[in-house]
C-alpha cells in the first residue's frame, strides 16, 4: 500500500493518473456519476477514462467526430482565453 501524498489526496489507483480538466466538465463528470444508479462501477475516473476512449476511437474512424472534436477543442481554448482575461481584470 503507498502512502497518501497531496498529489494523490489518498485515492490513488494502479494504472490512472491524474488528468486536469475544466472544473464546469469536472461538475458535468461528477453530477453524471452521481446520478447513476452503480457508483462503485462507474467513479469518475472510469467515466472520463471511456468518454475518452469512447471519442478518440470514434475520432479516429469518423472525419465528423475528428471535426467536431477539433470544434469543440477550439471553443476551450476561447473559454480558456475568456476566463484568464476575466481573471486579470
Not at 458535468?28 to 452503480?38: C, G, I, V, Y
Request: hydrophobic share 35%; with cysteine; charged share 35%.
Amino acid at each position: 500500500m503507498t502512502k497518501a501524498t497531496a498529489t494523490t489526496s489518498g485515492n490513488h489507483e494502479p494504472g490512472y493518473k491524474a488528468v486536469l480538466v475544466r472544473e464546469e466538465t469536472k461538475d458535468q463528470l461528477r453530477e453524471l456519476r452521481q446520478s447513476l444508479p452503480d457508483r462503485d462501477l462507474c467513479q469518475e475516473r472510469r467515466l472520463a477514462t471511456a468518454a475518452l476512449e469512447m471519442t478518440m476511437e470514434k475520432a479516429r474512424v469518423c472525419d465528423a467526430t475528428r471535426e467536431q472534436l477539433i470544434e469543440r477543442t477550439r471553443e476551450i481554448v476561447v473559454r480558456d482565453l475568456n476566463k484568464r482575461s476575466a481573471s486579470a481584470a
